[in-house]
């Protein structure tokens, strides 16, 4: 059975750093692609970065770009999201995403069949 469980969510100001994880279990971690979305109150889900099963390839959202770096331990199982520069509006639910197709999703929250439950961030101003 697949469980993703985020964790490192908390509140902090703006400018101020997070860093969100992502246990894995219950699949060979190294074959699945991953990556991690936000959905904020009033706005729609939103697809911040994701990361190929090699790592080969990774996108960002153009709202992150430069600030969030998504990244894998293969032996702790586990994805990473360091949030850097952090802005009020970075403030969300973030959600980890798996997918265990041949086709690679990257931002499409459609093409993810495996979903953690979110870490909520919050940061003020």
């Known amino acids: 059975q697949v469980q993703l469980v985020e964790s490192g969510g908390g509140s902090v100001q703006a400018g101020g750093s997070l860093r969100l994880s992502c246990a894995a279990s219950?699949?060979?971690?190294?074959?699945?692609?991953m990556a991690w979305f936000r959905h904020a109150p009033g706005k729609e889900r939103e697809g911040v970065a994701a990361?190929?099963?090699?790592?080969?390839?990774?996108v960002y959202a153009d709202s992150v770009k430069g600030r969030f770096t998504i990244s894998k331990d293969h032996g702790k199982k586990t994805l990473y999201l360091q949030m850097n520069s952090l802005k009020p509006e970075d403030t969300a639910i973030y959600y980890c995403?798996?997918?265990?197709?041949?086709?690679?999703?990257?931002?499409?929250?459609?093409?993810?069949?495996?979903w953690g439950r979110g870490t909520q961030v919050t940061v003020s101003s």
């Open positions: 995403a798996a997918d265990s197709g041949l086709r690679w999703w990257r931002l499409q929250a459609t093409g993810y069949n495996y």
């Open positions: 219950g699949y060979t971690f190294t074959e699945y692609s």
């Open positions: 990361i190929t099963p090699d790592d080969g390839r990774i």
